[in-house]
């Protein structure tokens, strides 16, 4: 455990940043991110500028918390030069951190966030980034951190501060157990959450796997959720989180903005020849082989990009698009967004193709028999070179050939995403393509006043 000296510079806007307090037993960095939030607005001279964040780092970086995720809070107060002991005094008083997580406390003041550490937080998204480098950044923008375990928590921690999230966002309202509640199953019916979802998709969404009958926003863990739900703006998740009739006495919730549901992770092109394992990005390709559906009902195929590199590529099972893959054939375009599974003994560099888009398709041809030149119906072959025969008015012909016609592809050009069960949190469902949102040119964040309860 360390805490880094103390900053000279003075700012009043204050930017704490957290990851990885989550651990088996049940601690969760959205929680502790709650309790301390709890403590800032009962503190004298503290105003909330914006949501509490919840940025969903890189998924496909193996030695990750489940989820991936890390908070920011960024506030105003008079009172910042002891706020990180203050912290830190509350984060070990009520042992919000778990024993055997990584975690990662960072604190940074100042009016804007540096583009170095913006910079950071985008490859955290997408690439590997070392806690080396993030302690490097700390030291030369003055952050004061706090790490224990193996410290790869303040990759986290700084790469929330260093996320604006001025582009597409949601919203999560997450509600919170009180701790002797924890462990226990969580009591909600089902036909309730049908309900509610049929109310108030599109503007919540992932509420409910209409498919597979499943509840999503329901945890199954012993950590101290006890449901999220996830929509457009604060107002719609507070009210539909009120909407459901949970019996369970709560603690209480708060609302996040959010990275989750918009494919943050997928926004640079990336090309097939510079592309480094557990990475994510998108690529407009040609398919190279068609795709094969092998054991366990995945479809695995080649993709070539513009200058001809060629990788594998997977569809998987559980996401429900293997039916549109395996439809696919060599030359078609198309736009997939993917994390870069590591090679193995068994399997090469593989694309986890996380969307699909197709953008053009090839037209492809059946042979058939020739149509009789009296009756316009199909000829009956009559063997190998021996010509065709109508069958209606008996007619020979030893010349025609098969002809070729075009066949109906059954594929349409458009998106298709994973079954939402199968959803990462990053992913974008399909009815938010067309619903992003920015806030460019927005200079403050009004917050809705009931961003967060206690009970
Ligand atoms: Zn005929």
Redesign the pocket.
Known sequence: MKISTKSSIKSPIVHVGLDDTDSTQGKCTTHAAYRITDYLLNTKSIEFVDYPLLIRLNPNIPWKTRGNGAVCLRFRTSYHEDVLERIMDLVHKENLVATGANPGIAIYRGETIPYSIRCFARKALCDVVSRKTAEELAKRHEIHFFIDGNGQGLVGSIAAIGTPLHEDHTFEAVAYRKQEKCGTVRKLDSAQVVQFDAETFPYTFNNYDKAHHRVLILPHGPDPVFCGVRGESAEVVCSALKKLKISEKLEGYMVFRTNQGTNQHLQNEVGFTDIKCYTAGFSQCKVDSRPTVIEGGHAMFSVKDPIGAVVNAAVYEPTDMVNIASKLVVGDIIRIGFGVRKPSAKHPRILNVEYLQVLETMEIFETVNPL??????R?KSEGTNKGFR??????RDREVKKISIPKPRMIETKVFVPTPRAHRHLTKPIHRYGMEKNLKGTSEINLWSAWFSKT
């Open positions: 009789c030149l009296t009756c316009n119906k000829m109508c069958q209606k008015c008996g007619l």
